[in-house]
C-alpha cells in the first residue's frame, strides 16, 4: 500500500522539479535540498519532500505500474457525459467551462439553484471530467491525527467548544510522534495533518519539538490548529511544517460575527493571507448550510476561497450538535452539497478539492459522489480509537466506530472502485 508514487525528477527550474511518473510529467518545489536529476522522488501538495534510493523506487514503481494504468482506464471509463434533458443556459454555462472561459457569478449562482435531475447529472459530470483533465486519476491522501479536543475558542457551530460539557483529551507530544511514525513506517502515509482545538496548553515550544521530530520522517507536515500568532506560525514553518489548513469559516460577516464570538472575520482572513505568504501550502474553505446562509453567500464562500489561490478547498456541511447554541438548526440537502463542490471545481478547474468526513457523516454515498462532483483529495483519520470518539466537533462521525486498518482499506476500496490512484503526484 502506498500514498505516493515516486517520480525521476528530470529536470530542475529555480526551485521547480519536473518529475515524471509513467511517462506523466508533473511540477512541485522543492522542499528538500539534496536532489539533482536523476533521483526518484515523493511529491506531496506540490512539493518535493524526499529521495530515495533507484533500487526502491523501481520496486515500487514496479508494483505499482499495472494498478496504475488500469486504474486510469477505470477513471476514463466514467465520466461520459450525456445532454439530454438539459437547458440551454445550463448547457451554454457548461460549455463556457469546457472551453476554458471564466463563469460569472450570476451562472455560478445558477447553477447552485438547479434542482432538475438531468441538469444535476450533468453539472456533476462536467466537475468530474475537469478534474480528469486537470488532475488525472491521481486523488491526495493524507492521514490526519486529532490531538486535543481542548478549545479555548466558543464557536456556536462547534461540538468542541469550551462552552460544552464533554470529555476532554490532550495527546502527549512524544504518544502523537509515536502515532506519527506508525502511520508512516506502518501505513505508509506520507503526508500528516495534525488538528487539534485551539490549545494553548501545546505552546510553541512544544510544537516546534513536535514538528522538528516529524520532520525527520521526511513527509509533509500539515498544521490544523486555528488561531496562533504569524510569528508562531513562522517558527513552525522553519522548524519543517509546510501545510497548513485553517478555514474562514464563512464569507458573510453578520454570520460570521453571529457564530464566532472570539475573532473577526477580517483577522481570520489576515491570517489566512499570512499563512500563504509565509509559503505555506495552504487549505482553506468553509461550512455549508449554516443558519440564515443563502444561495448566494455559498457563492461569495466559493468566490473568497478561490481568491485567497489556496492549494486545497476545504469545505463540508454545517452538522448542527446537541448541547450547542445551533442545535436546532437545520440540516443542508446533500445536493447542495454536491452542486457546491462541483461548482468549485467549475470555478477554479485547478483546485485540489477535499472531501470531508462532514460530507460523508451527513451521508454514507456523499464521500463517493462528492469524489464524482469533482473532488480530488481526502483524508483518512489515524487518531487512535479511544480518543478519535472523543474528537466531537459534531456527533456519530462517520468512520469513527472502526479501526484505522479498516478505514485505509474502505477508502482504498473507493477509490480503486472509481479508478482513482491513492497518490498525490504533485500537480501539472
Ligand atoms: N459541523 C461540521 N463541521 C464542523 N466544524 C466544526 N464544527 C462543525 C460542525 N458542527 C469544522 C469547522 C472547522 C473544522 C476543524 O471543523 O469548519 O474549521
Redesign the pocket.
Given at each position: 500500500m502506498c500514498y505516493a508514487i515516486p517520480g525521476k525528477l528530470v529536470e530542475i527550474r529555480d526551485n521547480i522539479g519536473i518529475i515524471d511518473y509513467f511517462g506523466e510529467k508533473k511540477r512541485a518545489r522543492i522542499d528538500y535540498s539534496d536532489v539533482s536529476i536523476g533521483d526518484y522522488v515523493y511529491a506531496q501538495g506540490g512539493l518535493l519532500i524526499n529521495k530515495i534510493k533507484e533500487k526502491e523506487a523501481l520496486e515500487i514503481l514496479d508494483a505499482w505500474k499495472e494498478l496504475f494504468f488500469e486504474l486510469k482506464k477505470i477513471d476514463a471509463k466514467l465520466p461520459r457525459v450525456q445532454k439530454s434533458g438539459i437547458s440551454e443556459s445550463v448547457l451554454e454555462a457548461l460549455n463556457k467551462v469546457n472551453s476554458n472561459r471564466e463563469l460569472s457569478k450570476e451562472e455560478l449562482l445558477s447553477l447552485l439553484k438547479i434542482v432538475n435531475k438531468d441538469e444535476l447529472r450533468l453539472t456533476f459530470e462536467t466537475a468530474n471530467n475537469i478534474r480528469q483533465k486537470k488532475h488525472g486519476n491521481a486523488c491526495c491522501v493524507h492521514g490526519i491525527i486529532e490531538f486535543s479536543n481542548y478549545c479555548q475558542s466558543n464557536?456556536f457551530?462547534?461540538?468542541?467548544?469550551s462552552g460544552r460539557d464533554i470529555k476532554r483529551y490532550r495527546i502527549d507530544v512524544d504518544e502523537i510522534i509515536s502515532i506519527a511514525k506508525d502511520a508512516v513506517i506502518e501505513l505508509n502515509f506520507k503526508a500528516i495533518v495534525l488538528?487539534s482545538g485551539e490549545d494553548i496548553w501545546y505552546e510553541e515550544e512544544k510544537l516546534i519539538y513536535l514538528v522538528k521530530e516529524l520532520r525527520k520522517l521526511n513527509i509533509l507536515i500539515f498544521l490544523?490548529i486555528?488561531d496562533r500568532s504569524p510569528d508562531t506560525y513562522k517558527k513552525l514553518y522553519e522548524a519543517g511544517a509546510r501545510g497548513a489548513?485553517?478555514?474562514f469559516?464563512t464569507s458573510n460577516k453578520d454570520i460570521f460575527n453571529k457564530i464566532k464570538p472570539d475573532t473577526t472575520l477580517e483577522n481570520r482572513l489576515e491570517l489566512i493571507k499570512n499563512l500563504k505568504s509565509l509559503g505555506f501550502v495552504l487549505a482553506t474553505?468553509?461550512?455549508v448550510g449554516l443558519p440564515e446562509e443563502t444561495c448566494e453567500d455559498i457563492i461569495n464562500n466559493i468566490l473568497l476561497t478561490k481568491s485567497l489561490k489556496p492549494d486545497m478547498y476545504?469545505?463540508?456541511?454545517?452538522?448542527?450538535?446537541k448541547d450547542?447554541p445551533?442545535e436546532k438548526s437545520a440540516f443542508i440537502d446533500k445536493n447542495t452539497l454536491l452542486k457546491t463542490i462541483a461548482i468549485c471545481r467549475l470555478a477554479d478547474n485547478d483546485a485540489n478539492i477535499l472531501v470531508?468526513s462532514?460530507l460523508e457523516?451527513q451521508n454514507s454515498a456523499a464521500k463517493k459522489e462528492g469524489l464524482l462532483a469533482g473532488a480530488n483529495s481526502l483524508m483518512v483519520n489515524i487518531t487512535p480509537k479511544e480518543y478519535r470518539s472523543l474528537y466531537r466537533?459534531?456527533d456519530e462521525r462517520a468512520g469513527s466506530e472502526k479501526g484505522i486498518k479498516e478505514n485505509i482499506n474502505d477508502t482504498l476500496g473507493l477509490l480503486y472502485s472509481l479508478g482513482r490512484a491513492p497518490t498525490d503526484l504533485g500537480v501539472k
Open positions: 464557536c457551530y462547534c461540538g468542541i467548544r488538528q490544523s486555528g489548513l485553517l478555514r469559516e474553505g468553509f461550512l476545504s469545505l463540508g456541511p454545517f452538522i448542527p450538535v450547542t445551533l470531508t462532514a457523516t466537533i459534531y
